[in-house]
C-alpha cells in the first residue's frame, strides 16, 4: 500500500502544480491579466417618449336611420351596404297609398273650412245691414213715440227687431271665428297628412357611406326597433384606442404618431382627436379617438395598433445595457485612464436601446456597453470601443 502512494504521488503533485495557476485568482501584474472590455462613449442623439395604443377602426359618426311610421310596408330600398349616398337622397320608400287619401280629405277638409269662412263673413254682412236698418227703425219710431204719432205696440215691435238684429250679427260674428278654429284645425291635419306622406320616403340626413342595411322589400317598419341602416358620416373612420390610465395624461389633442392597421401597408399617421374623460373602472384604460390619415381602404372593424409620440428631445445617451440599479439607485460604469469608477446617474427615457441620462454624465465620457455587477470601483481595465455602428 506504502508502495502504491509513493508510486502516485509524483502524479498527484504533478496535477495539483499543473492546475494551481488556473484556479488561483489572477493577479493582476500585467496586461495580460488585465480584463478587457467593451467601451462606448456617451452620445447626444433624439430620444422620443411614446404610449402604445391598440383599438379597433371605427366611423367617426355613426348616423342611425330609422322609420317615423309604424306598421307600414317598404315598397322599394335604393342603396346597399358600402354605397355612397348624399344628404336628402331617398334611401327607402314605403308604401304611400294610405296617406296620400289622409292628404286628399284633410284638402278637402281645408276646402270647406274656407267656404265656411267665406259663408260667415255673407252672413256677418247681412246681418250688420239688418241691424243697421233695425236701428234706423228703432231711432224713427222713439222719435214718433215722443210725438205721440205711433203706437206703443209699434214701437216695441221696432225694438224687439233692432234686439233681434244685434242678436243676429253676434251669432254671425261668433260664426266665423268657429269657422276660422275649424279652418285652423284642418290646416293641422292637412300638415299631418303631408308629413305622414314626407314620412314614406326615408332620405338620408347627411351625406356618408352606408355601412349597414336591414331594410328588406315587404317588410313592415317598426319604431324602436334596430334601425333600417346606419350611415358613416362623411365615410370617415378613425380608431377608437385603449390606453392605460397612467399614460392618459400625457396624450392630448393633436398629438401625432403612427398607426399600423391590419391589411394595410406601411404605417399610417395618427393624430389624437379626443381623449376621454373617464376611465373603465373595471380594465382601467381610458379611450382615446384617433384620426387615421392615408390613402389606405379603412374599413370600420378592423384592428390596429401604433404609438403617439408624447415628448422629442436631445439628450445625452448611453445603452441601455450600460445602466446599473442596486440599492444606492442606478448608475453606470466609467472608465478613465483604464480605471473602473461607479457614476450615479439620473436615467429618463428608453428610446429603442438607448437610455436618457438627465444628469450624472457628460456627453463623450466613456461607460462599459455591458455594466456588469463583477467590476467595482477602482478595478483596473483594458477598455476596448465597440466597433461604429454595433449595437450594445
Do not use: C
Not at 347 to 364: F, N
Request: hydrophobic share 45%; no cysteine.
Amino acid at each position: 500500500m506504502a508502495r502504491s502512494l509513493r508510486f502516485l504521488l509524483p502524479y498527484v503533485v504533478g496535477g495539483w502544480s499543473a492546475l494551481a495557476p488556473s484556479a488561483l485568482p489572477a493577479q493582476n501584474t500585467g496586461d495580460s491579466a488585465t480584463p478587457t472590455v467593451t467601451v462606448v462613449p456617451t452620445e447626444i442623439r433624439e430620444v422620443i417618449a411614446e404610449v402604445p395604443i391598440t383599438g379597433t377602426l371605427v366611423p367617426r359618426e355613426e348616423i342611425l336611420v330609422t322609420p317615423q311610421l309604424t306598421g307600414v310596408q317598404i315598397r322599394k330600398v335604393n342603396v346597399d351596404v358600402g354605397d355612397w349616398v348624399n344628404a336628402g337622397d331617398v334611401l327607402v320608400l314605403l308604401r304611400s297609398d294610405l296617406f296620400e287619401a289622409q292628404l286628399s280629405q284633410a284638402e278637402a277638409q281645408v276646402a270647406s273650412a274656407e267656404s265656411a269662412i267665406r259663408q260667415a263673413r255673407n252672413q256677418i254682412t247681412s246681418t250688420e245691414a239688418s241691424q243697421t236698418q233695425a236701428e234706423s227703425e228703432l231711432e224713427r219710431m222713439v222719435t214718433l213715440m215722443e210725438g205721440g204719432n205711433v203706437s206703443q205696440a209699434t214701437y216695441d215691435a221696432a225694438l224687439a227687431q233692432a234686439a233681434a238684429a244685434r242678436a243676429a250679427a253676434a251669432s254671425a260674428r261668433d260664426g266665423l271665428t268657429i269657422a276660422e278654429a275649424q279652418r285652423a284645425q284642418a290646416f293641422s291635419q292637412r300638415d299631418i297628412a303631408r308629413l305622414n306622406l314626407s314620412w314614406t320616403q326615408i332620405v338620408a340626413p347627411v351625406g356618408g357611406i352606408i355601412g349597414t342595411r336591414n331594410a328588406d322589400v315587404g317588410a313592415l317598419t317598426a319604431v324602436g326597433q334596430a334601425p333600417l341602416m346606419t350611415i358613416i358620416g362623411g365615410g370617415v373612420i378613425e380608431l377608437s384606442a385603449e390606453v392605460i390610465e397612467t399614460s392618459l395624461g400625457e396624450l392630448e389633442p393633436g398629438q401625432g404618431g403612427s398607426v399600423q392597421v391590419s391589411g394595410a401597408d406601411g404605417d399610417l399617421i395618427g393624430l389624437v382627436r379626443i381623449v376621454a374623460p373617464t376611465v373603465d373602472p373595471v380594465k382601467r384604460l381610458g379611450e382615446v379617438r384617433i384620426t387615421v390619415e392615408g390613402d389606405a381602404a379603412l374599413r370600420s372593424g378592423v384592428f390596429a395598433s401604433g404609438s403617439i409620440v408624447t415628448d422629442r428631445h436631445e439628450a445625452t445617451t448611453v445603452p441601455v445595457t450600460a445602466v446599473l440599479t442596486d440599492n444606492a439607485g442606478p448608475y453606470v460604469q466609467v472608465v478613465r485612464d483604464g480605471t473602473v469608477e461607479r457614476r450615479e446617474v439620473v436615467p429618463g427615457l428608453i428610446w429603442r436601446s438607448y437610455r436618457e441620462i438627465m444628469t450624472g454624465l457628460a456627453p463623450g465620457e466613456t461607460v462599459i456597453a455591458r455594466a456588469g455587477a463583477f467590476f467595482r470601483d477602482g478595478d483596473h481595465v483594458r477598455p476596448v470601443e465597440a466597433a461604429t455602428g454595433a449595437g450594445p
